[in-house]
Nanobody, 121 residues
Framework: QVQLVESGGGLVQSGGSLRLSCAAS????????MAWYRQSSGKQRELVAQ???????IYGDSVKGRFTISRDNAKNTVYLQMNSLKPEDTAVYYC???????????????WGQGTQVTVSS
């Protein structure tokens, strides 16, 4: 019923930029938090950035000053602008949303399938 679809991944040279998008669709009442996580081979998934419905943001230390998260609440879409990319940014990037499907009720966490970002040196 609820689906998150990422797009915008690809191959970029070190120092380059990339913009990821994630659109949530389905029966959604509200999305309180949207976030980007990433996972490199053999490593645990880590938080890259998150943004609340009110616009508050949190960034992982490794991306502060380089990445910017934003969202369009009307479109249930979150973006991740990635600048000054480094080889260590190479990972599968996953979109996450904490959302409600009813005006009053529990919130559920949903994940996208991920999009590959590869940064060459």
């Amino acid at each position: 019923q609820v689906q998150l679809v990422e797009s915008g991944g690809g191959l970029v040279q070190s120092g380059g930029s990339l913009r990821l998008s994630c659109a949530a669709s389905g029966s959604i009442f509200s999305i309180s938090v949207m976030a980007w996580y990433r996972q490199s081979s053999g490593k645990q998934r880590e938080l890259v950035a998150q943004i609340t419905d009110g616009g508050g943001t949190i960034y992982g230390d490794s991306v502060k000053g380089r990445f910017t998260i934003s969202r369009d609440n009307a479109k249930n879409t979150v973006y991740l602008q990635m600048n000054s990319l480094k080889p260590e940014d190479t990972a599968v990037y996953y979109c996450n949303a904490l959302l409600r499907v009813q005006p009053v009720g529990p919130s559920y966490s949903y994940w996208g399938q991920g999009t590959q970002v590869t940064v060459s040196s």
